[in-house]
């Protein structure tokens, strides 16, 4: 049973992405537009931070006092998971491409920011750990990544794979992982059902839109073009110069 009502300004997860002036989706993947938070800009929301919310907390069980790293903490999912993490009180290491990019992640709340263009990824969160290492870490790179992600995590770390911009085969040093006691996982929003994306939706609406409220979660907008120039949009997003997300707008 949903509380919406017929006039309610609402944004939505969408079963699996899409462009339109209008959309069907059931009640329970709609959240209200936060307080304070424009219409438009509001439509950054969903999809990042229900794929963010799920991944570090149910997958990833993160907690309080942990290290979280998250890879491209300058992309859509990136730049709400860095706030997100920071919001549940984890100690979060991001990393970004260039030095301006690393930069708007500490912004955002991260404790440090990795330059991977210009550093080692390794040996930066082992240093920014005192040689620990990362308890979780949310992954958009995927197979290529696989070998330093087990390197780099900390003892019983957990590794979350939601994005394979590196490839979707790796090779998994499996002393490696026993040693470490550490989890390789990874999931997407998409192939789950309608049940259970609206119990992901629930809990971001629980716990992550009071942290919109009071300001900690704020949506990341690049830039905002018109519908029918969708194809500048994917040119802007392939240039590489985007930090957080495009909005097609009517
Ligand atoms: N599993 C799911 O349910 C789910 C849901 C949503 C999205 N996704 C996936 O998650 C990924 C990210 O989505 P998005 O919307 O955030 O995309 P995005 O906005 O394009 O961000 C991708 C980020 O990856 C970073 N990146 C590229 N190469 C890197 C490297 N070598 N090291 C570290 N970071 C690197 C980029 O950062 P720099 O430019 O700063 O290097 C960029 O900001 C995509 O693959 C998408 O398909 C999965």
């Not at 509380?3 to 329970?28: H, I, K």
């Not at 119990?199 to 704020?218: I, N, S, T």
């Not at 949506?219 to 949009?233: I, T």
Request: hydrophobic share 45%; with cysteine.
């Amino acid at each position: 049973m949903s509380s919406r009502r017929v006039g309610d300004q609402v944004v939505a997860l969408l079963a699996g992405g899409g462009y339109a002036e209008q959309v069907v989706v059931p009640a329970g993947q709609t959240l209200p537009v936060p307080d304070g938070v424009d219409l438009v800009d509001a439509a950054a929301l969903p999809e990042a931070v229900c794929t963010a919310w799920t991944n570090l907390v149910d997958t990833g069980r993160l907690s309080r006092g942990e290290t979280l790293l998250v890879h491209g903490g300058s992309g859509g999912v990136g730049s709400v998971a860095v706030q997100i993490g920071a919001a549940l009180g984890a100690r979060v290491v991001a990393t970004a491409g260039g030095p301006e990019r690393a930069a708007r992640c500490r912004e955002l709340g991260a404790s440090v920011a990795v330059d991977h263009r210009a550093q080692d990824v390794v040996a930066a969160v082992r240093e920014a750990t005192d040689g620990r290492g990362a308890d979780v870490v949310l992954d958009v790179l995927g197979g290529g990544a696989l070998g330093d992600n087990v390197r780099l995590m900390a003892t019983g770390g957990r590794l979350v794979v939601i994005g394979l911009q590196q490839g979707r085969t790796g090779e998994l040093d499996l002393a490696r992982l026993m040693a470490k006691r550490a989890t390789v996982t990874g999931t997407t929003l998409r192939s789950r059902s309608v049940q259970e994306k609206a119990e992901v939706v629930a809990a971001v609406g629980e716990h992550v839109w009071p942290m919109v409220a009071d300001d900690r979660v704020r949506p990341v907008v690049h830039a905002r073009l018109p519908l029918d120039e969708a194809d500048a949009a994917h040119a802007l997003l392939d240039s590489g110069q985007v930090f957080g997300k495009v909005l097609l707008v009517p």
